[in-house]
């Protein structure tokens, strides 16, 4: 499988919300970062309990807008819900082996955005 292909049934397997399915596309030795809260999930049971445990009011959805690869790294662009969360992720998945190796995932807050700047813009919901 190409890297693309790999990420893409990582997103596909995550959105059945069986995420002990969803982690058999990582690593053994499987590193998640996430820099704004300066945490880090090591091994694929602590992922899948991660989120297995995470507060949700219904199912998952994962939405995938944009994958970009370059060599055995690809950038997924998600659209996350609950039904009453709604959260993007920005997701730097390195391959090998036919698996994912590491990921390094970024959660932006949506803001709205400045008034003196609205005669310039458009606004479009994510």
Same mark, same amino acid.
């Given at each position: 499988? /190409?890297?693309?292909?790999?990420?893409? #049934?990582? &997103?596909? $397997?995550?959105? /059945?919300?069986?995420?002990?399915?969803? #982690?058999? &596309?990582? $690593?053994e030795?499987?590193?998640?970062?996430?820099?704004?809260?300066?945490?880090?999930?090591?091994?694929?049971?602590?992922f899948a309990a991660l989120n297995t445990h995470y507060p949700a009011?219904?199912?998952w959805t994962f939405d995938v807008q944009r994958l970009v690869a370059d060599g055995p790294t690809v950038v997924s662009d998600v659209a996350i819900s609950d039904g009453?969360?709604?959260?993007?992720?920005?997701?730097f998945h390195e391959t090998g082996k036919g698996l994912i190796l590491r990921q390094t995932e970024y959660w932006p807050d949506p803001f709205d955005p400045p008034a003196w700047r609205a005669h310039l813009v458009e606004t479009k919901p994510f």
């Open positions: 499988m /190409t890297p693309t292909e790999i990420v893409r #049934a990582f &997103w596909d $397997a995550m959105a /059945t919300n069986d995420f002990a399915a969803a #982690a058999r &596309w990582l $690593a030795d499987f590193e998640g970062y996430w820099p704004q809260s300066g945490e880090i999930t090591r091994g694929r049971a602590n009011h219904g199912i009453t969360q709604h959260a993007r992720a920005v997701t």
